[in-house]
């Protein structure tokens, strides 16, 4: 089940809070609840992926996104993440997740998740998405110029190329039918 209230919660907190630059870093705090665990009672690693929402729906309502998205009428849509989990976030732990966005070429924006307690890393994730509209894909390009920011992305993480040689190779597995 979708976590709508803590997605309430963030929302509310990201309209009063104070304003982000798309570069800049999401910080939120979060708490593991019963309904996030799993059956060896830690968090759910499904989960993770589920909270790193609420990430992306801080950084993008702080960085003004969602009006430019509304306008438009254009959604972001996730295509892929790569997660690493380092350390079990059990019942009732507090931790802060952050989220930045790292990267964006000619179709892809790529955020960092990282999940933190007691200055440890929890879990970490590579999140590639992509904006849709009417008309079909919407470059970074075109987004950025949509928020009056610089339309030139800064230097890929490294390792990035791996990942994207990787999915290219999946792609050629499935006969080139994973198409977004």
């Known amino acids: 089940m979708y976590p709508w209230i803590r997605a309430s919660k963030v929302g509310l907190r990201a309209m009063a809070g104070s304003r982000l630059e798309l570069s800049g870093t999401s910080r939120i705090n979060l708490m593991v609840w019963p309904g996030d665990l799993d059956a ?44 690493r989990f380092w350390r079990p976030l059990k019942l009732f732990t507090r931790f802060q997740l952050t989220t930045r966005l790292v990267w964006w070429d000619q179709k892809w924006l790529y955020l960092q998740h990282e999940m933190w307690r007691d200055g440890h890393h929890s879990a970490q994730a590579l999140a590639k998405l992509v904006v849709k509209g009417k008309e079909g894909t919407v470059t970074p390009e075109m987004l950025a110029q949509e928020m009056g920011l610089s339309p030139e992305p800064p230097e890929p993480p490294a390792g990035l190329g791996h990942w994207e040689s990787w999915e290219e190779a999946l792609k050629q597995m499935n006969n080139g039918n994973g198409k977004l």
């Open 40 to 83: 060896l009672f830690h968090l759910n690693n499904g989960r993770y992926l589920t909270l790193m929402d609420l990430g992306r729906l801080d950084l993008a309502l702080r960085a003004g996104l969602v009006p430019v998205l509304r306008r438009h009428r254009w959604t972001p849509l996730l295509a892929a993440t790569t997660t």
